[in-house]
């Protein structure tokens, strides 16, 4: 990022390549729209290009990288919340439009009692849209980012108790929401959390 | 665990505590710990409690299970062709001038490229910088090389002549210098040197029978 603040455009150029899927990816949970993603991703690196020169390498780059993506989604679903939110379109193979898109779940289908695994994405699709955005950007960062709270905190100008605040709720809320699914997939042997406990 | 306003029910020294999720200060700890973000005491009491209360043990379970659904949610890779025209939105707005795209990435664009981003192939993956393309540029520069070459042989034929001519002038100099001494001798080579056309312009007039 040192070189793209100096105007180095082939810096950049491997900046764009390393962080575009990324970005992307939060975007598209963040806003829940395949286009609008698209949109702020292109909007996200155009607004880092203009302000690199503000850039402080003692900031993590992802870290101001991400800041920029969120500020840009959250302006975009308070000046357009009908246009944002629109359940992905999701079909039995998990394909989406203008992307190649994978389930990071291998669980084969079907999941559990009756229960297509096209159900399963768009029930915690739908408990994920339940969330307010900080605490959705809070479960994206730290699932898909596997960011640590003290990382979230710097992109969502929060203190260290106030993300762990922020990322419990959004757990149990998301557990909640999720009780229904919960019941009908097969659940995590109980064995396995005994391994963990006994690390 | 630090202690706040939100959370200080919890107590770390106090191994006999009650603890349930209603209270959002273990609510937090618990969360944390499945986060991988609690250490020393504050793990072995979250640890300690999933592991020998059941209550506790099932709500754990279910915060976690319902974590492992997130990946469920299919993860988008991004198009290579998206990633060029990002960049090539980018580098377009700063000027550094077009971005050409090799095999690899081509036909891949969608149809609302930018105009001005070429579709040829080139050897490296992508480049910035401009090209000639117009072909009035091609003309001129043939013209001027064109040119250049025949002036360079005139100029060398001229230099030719200039020369003849010189060598002419320098035997008509050393007659006319000597002029004096070829006279007093009286010799028949003196008429023959003086019977060039360049110094009397009538040959005949002096010429030797």
């Known amino acids: ?199 | 665990m630090n202690k706040s306003p939100e959370n200080d029910t919890v107590n770390p020294s106090d191994p006999d505590q009650d603890f349930s999720f209603s209270d959002p200060g273990f609510s937090e700890l618990v969360t944390s710990y499945l986060d991988g973000e609690v250490s020393g005491a504050d793990a072995e009491i979250a640890r300690r409690s999933i592991k020998e209360s059941p209550e506790i043990r099932l709500v754990a379970q279910d915060i976690q299970r319902a974590w492992d659904l997130l990946d469920f949610l299919p993860v988008t890779v991004s198009p290579e062709a998206k990633t060029f025209e990002t960049l090539a939105l980018v580098l377009q707005e700063s000027g550094s001038g077009p971005v050409v795209l090799d095999d690899s990435v081509n036909g891949e664009l969608s149809t609302n490229l930018p105009p001005q981003i070429p579709e040829r192939s080139i050897s490296s993956k992508f480049r910035v910088g401009s090209r000639v393309t117009n072909p009035l540029w091609k003309v001129a520069l043939i013209a001027v090389v064109f040119g250049g070459i025949l002036g360079f042989l005139a100029l060398g034929v001229l230099r030719f002549f200039e020369a003849s001519q010189t060598e002419k002038i320098k035997q008509v100099i050393g007659v006319v210098e000597n002029i004096q001494f070829l006279r007093d001798a009286n010799d028949i080579d003196f008429l023959k040197a003086i019977a060039v056309p360049e110094l009397f312009g009538q040959p005949d007039s002096v010429a030797v029978p």
Not at chain 1, 27 to 44: C, F, I, P, R
Request: hydrophobic share 40%; glycine share 6%; aromatic share 6%.
């Open chain 1, 1 to 199: 990022m040192i070189r793209v603040r100096e105007g180095d455009d082939e810096a950049f150029k491997e900046l764009i390549i390393r962080f575009h899927g990324r970005i992307h990816n939060f975007l598209k949970h963040m806003v829940g729209n395949e286009q609008t993603a698209e949109d702020l991703t292109q909007e996200t690196f155009l607004r880092v290009h203009r302000a690199r020169g503000r850039y402080r390498a003692r900031c993590r780059f992802a870290s101001w990288l991400f800041t920029i993506a969120n500020n840009l989604a959250l302006n975009r679903i308070r000046d357009n919340p009908s246009a944002n939110l629109q359940p992905l379109p999701v079909t039995e193979s998990g394909s989406l439009p203008m992307s190649h898109s994978t389930p990071r779940a291998s669980v084969q289908e079907p999941v559990g009692k009756g229960m297509e695994r096209a159900e399963v994405v768009a029930a915690v699709r739908a408990a994920l849209d339940a969330l307010n955005e900080n605490q959705r950007a809070a479960i994206v960062l730290s699932k898909f980012e596997e960011m640590s709270y003290e990382e979230i905190g710097k992109i969502l100008d929060l203190g260290p108790q106030a993300v762990k605040s922020l990322v419990n709720r959004a757990r149990v809320r998301l557990k909640s929401h999720l009780l229904g699914v919960l019941d009908q997939i097969q659940s995590r042997p109980i064995e396995d959390m005994d391994e963990d406990l006994n690390e």
